[in-house]
């Protein structure tokens, strides 16, 4: 994936995990999970919050939780939980919408690949109007087996019609970077040094440190979300450099060959 002339690593797509990328979900969901694993007779600290609800998904948390619980009971709380998250209102991880649509505007395409579920989706990034931005979705209804597996990213190459090791990824959870690396894409942690041991090349605290800006030195700045997603459909032929990060990394934006479900 090195890029010429020393511009770094080349990409053609970019992925936006969700919660904890695009919006700052954190306290919702584990508040939720705390609640209701609370009504059901378990206590949650920290460790357990961490490694079994963030990146994972929502069948994989109730069924580490609650081993012993029958199929119906683990989905029945898994349901309350779901029903906490999908009225929810959500603020918009610093910087995350600004750089989506600069990106959209300059004809990269962008795919969204969350261990969330419709419903949720359209609440959140609807009410944030960032919804239009990604044509593209990978929910945790449309793979067998979620982060951190593979199978997520997969997925999102497959209906890219690219080789995974020319997306970019932003995520934000160890099982989030570890589902990305093992599908053999590039991934930029949101969140500190743990997010580089498993496997990211660089990170970063948000996205307001980031910049984009054409190869031919065209910039992308003071886009509105609305307007880029618009103009995001169309636009192609210059590549963009994502400036900001330890790694330079460069977007070469051209047609898509296909997508595929």
């Known amino acids: 994936m090195q890029g010429e002339a020393g511009t770094g690593l080349d990409v053609e797509a970019v992925v936006f995990d969700m919660d904890g990328v695009l919006i700052d979900s954190r306290p919702v969901i584990e508040n939720a999970w705390r609640d209701v694993a609370r009504r059901h007779g378990r206590t949650l600290d920290s460790a357990e919050v ?7 998904t929502g069948a ?6 609650f081993p012993e619980h029958s199929d119906a009971a683990r989905k029945a709380i898994w349901a309350e939980v779901d029903a906490v998250e999908e009225e929810a209102a959500y603020s918009v991880v610093p910087g995350a919408d600004a750089i989506a649509a600069r ?38 209804d449309d793979v ?7 199978d997520p990213y997969l997925m999102a190459a497959r209906r890219l019609g690219m080789d995974p090791a020319r997306m970019l990824v932003f995520e934000d959870s160890v099982s989030g ?3 990305a690396v093992a599908a053999g894409a590039l ?16 990170t970063t605290v948000d996205f307001t440190a980031l910049s984009t800006r054409s190869a031919e030195g065209l910039s992308a700045e003071g886009l509105s979300t609305e307007a ?7 636009r192609s032929g210059s590549d963009v450099l994502l400036d900001g990060l330890d790694v330079p990394i460069r977007v070469v934006v051209r047609e898509v060959s296909g997508r595929h479900a």
């Open 50 to 56: 961490e490694g079994y609800v963030h990146g994972r």
């Open 103 to 140: 990106l959209a505007q300059f004809g990269v395409p962008l795919v969204l690949v969350t261990s969330s579920w419709q419903r949720k989706i359209e609440n959140a990034l609807g009410r944030l109007g960032l919804l239009t931005l990604f044509p593209e979705v990978v929910t945790r």
């Open 228 to 234: 880029a997603g618009a103009a995001g459909s169309g």
């Open 144 to 150: 067998e087996r979620g982060k951190p597996h593979p």
């Open 60 to 65: 994989e948390t109730v069924r580490m939780l």
């Open 177 to 179: 970077v570890a589902s």
């Open 187 to 202: 991934c930029v942690g949101i969140g500190g040094g743990e997010l580089l041991a498993a496997g990211a090349v660089a």
